[in-house]
């Protein structure tokens, strides 16, 4: 029987590449590109049947940031699949990333130099915004519509005769200053991509004592110092080409 692995965010950027990554290692899976852009995802899976043309790759349409989508996408789901091996929950937005070329220079003299190259503490802000369903849009498209997710699929995780594997894209710049209990939404503040990351990490801690009795394992993972197109549109191409050979000796040591 094929595993069944979904990816959400699969069309572009690191869940694209985290596709091609598993279909390198096995091209006998079932692999869902979870979308919330039916014509990227359909873009993504010919490019990826063109380098595996035996591979059995779906499409669902998702978007993490509206509630009505991910429980639509969640019964598509229950219809399709008797269970999933793997969810990889990718998907995730920066909105409006903004760079305080004060707080940079000033940081490039200091002794936080090389944290602030590794996860960007203390130069980016964001301004967010609230979605229809009222909630914070960071919060809700990284962590929330996630969360929903992995309740409503629930019967197709737990299975107790082979586990299901939940893997969170977290990230280096998920820092602890940045969120705050009482304000898990952080619509108070200017750091709500680094307090989003950190609430998924507190999350796959709880997930692990509520679901591991029933064999369902959550894991975050840091996928590194990767170029995107969110990380495109912090700052123009020319500043990458300059910061990324810095940037890559700051994580090398």
């Not at 950190?198 to 692990?208: C, E, K, P």
């Amino acid at each position: 029987m094929r595993k069944v692995v979904i990816v959400t965010g699969a069309n572009s950027g690191i869940g694209l590449a985290l596709c091609e990554r598993l279909l390198s290692q096995d091209d006998q899976i079932h692999l869902c590109l979870a979308c919330r852009n039916l014509q990227r995802a359909e873009c993504a899976r010919s490019a990826l049947l063109r380098s595996y043309p035996s591979a059995d790759i779906g499409i669902l349409q998702i978007d993490v940031g509206n509630l009505k989508s991910v429980l639509q996408a969640a019964k598509q789901l229950r219809e399709r699949y008797e269970r999933v091996d793997y969810l990889y929950l990718n998907a995730g937005i920066m909105p409006n990333p903004h760079v305080s070329l004060k707080a940079f220079i000033k940081g490039l003299f200091s002794t936080k130099a090389i944290s602030m190259f590794a996860t960007g503490e203390g130069i980016l802000t964001q301004h967010d915004r609230v979605t229809e369903d009222g909630l914070q849009e960071t919060f809700e498209t990284n962590v929330f519509g996630h969360y929903i997710l992995i309740k409503e699929i629930e019967p197709l995780l737990c299975h107790l005769d082979s586990p299901s594997q939940l893997i969170w894209t977290s990230s280096s710049n998920a820092r602890k200053s940045a969120f705050s209990l009482p304000d898990y939404q952080h619509s108070q503040g200017q750091e709500s991509y680094s307090s989003s990351k950190y609430a998924t990490d507190l999350l796959s801690v709880s997930l692990n004592k509520h679901y591991n009795h029933q064999r369902v394992y959550s894991t975050v993972v840091c996928p590194g110092l990767v170029v995107t197109n969110l990380t495109r549109s912090i700052m123009p191409p020319l500043f990458w080409k300059l910061v990324i050979p810095i940037m890559w000796l700051v994580c090398i040591k």
